[in-house]
């Protein structure tokens, strides 16, 4: 894998990555939607309580 770090210039780049990062338990076959997975901010961003604190950072 080439991991590296990226910086995220606009909300647009910001919104795409944490789309992203969200859908990876969906495409890993463990729940059918982001905000399932208990472990996810993806919950917060749907406006579900969740076990995550979601702060925005910019």
Same mark, same amino acid.
């Not at 990555?17 to 982001?34: F, K, S, T």
């Given at each position: *894998? #080439?991991?590296? /770090? %990226? @910086? &995220? *210039?606009? #909300? @647009? ?11 990876? /338990? %969906?495409? +890993?076959? &463990? %729940?059918? @939607? /982001?905000?399932?997975? $208990?472990? =996810?901010? +993806?919950?917060?961003? +749907?406006?579900? $309580? =969740? $076990?995550?604190? %979601? @702060?925005?950072?910019?």
């Amino acid at each position: *894998h #080439n991991n590296h /770090p %990226v @910086e &995220l *210039h606009n #909300n @647009e780049l910001f919104i795409q990555r944490l789309n992203y990062i969200h859908q990876n /338990p %969906v495409r +890993a076959g &463990l %729940v059918a @939607e /982001p905000e399932h997975y $208990l472990y =996810s901010s +993806a919950s917060n961003y +749907a406006g579900i $309580l =969740s $076990l995550l604190d %979601v @702060e925005c950072v910019f």
